[in-house]
């Protein structure tokens, strides 16, 4: 079957899963019925809004999704308070997360304002709430979280709840990246 590659701006409060028991909001109710069975590539949790592609290609998914690869994914995280630069570079050297490092961030300020900053937080894992719980150490809770990059994608003028299907540049964008991953079986 044809291979299909969208990118969508997810809202808050929306799940990233194929289905939901509690009938809550996902992700594929945004899309509807797009000809082929799309599923989410990796998870942004529900509260964090962004950057997610669906695709019926699994080895697309496989290859992004992979900790080898490294792939690195930017968010704009809004915490409470203005982290001090000590701070700022602990994330930068990696903080210990249920007894594991996490690897190096690249982290700075946006903006900040009365009791607030927005820090650009660019990293390649993808463990677990990792952003909010990074924040969460070094005393700063995030208020809103918005993943606005993954590798060379970013959702440049794509409104909230919005999605669209991944331009041809896009695709060798990420073929180029991923070369183990090709795009010619479509």
Partial sequence: SKKVYLMLNKPAGILVTAHDTHHRKTVLDLIGDVGVRVFPVGRL????????LLTND?????????????????YHAT????????????????????????APAQVDI?????????????????????????CQA????????????????????????????LSEKELSALQALLPDWSINEK
Avoid: C
């Fill in 45 to 52: 949790d529900k509260d964090t809004e962004g950057l997610l």
């Fill in 58 to 74: 699994g080895d697309l998914s496989f290859a992004l999704t992979h900790p080898s690869r490294e792939v690195t994914k930017e």
């Fill in 79 to 102: 915490v409470v308070g203005v982290p001090e630069e000590q701070q700022l570079g602990q994330l930068r050297q990696g903080i210990i997360i249920e007894g594991r490092r996490t």
């Fill in 110 to 134: 946006i903006k900040s304002g009365n009791g607030y900053a927005i820090l650009r937080v660019r990293i390649h894992e993808g463990r677990k709430r990792q952003v909010r719980r990074m």
């Fill in 138 to 165: 070094i005393g700063h809770p995030v208020s809103r979280l918005l993943r606005v990059q993954l590798g060379p994608l970013t959702m440049e003028g794509l409104a909230p709840g919005s999605f669209r299907h």
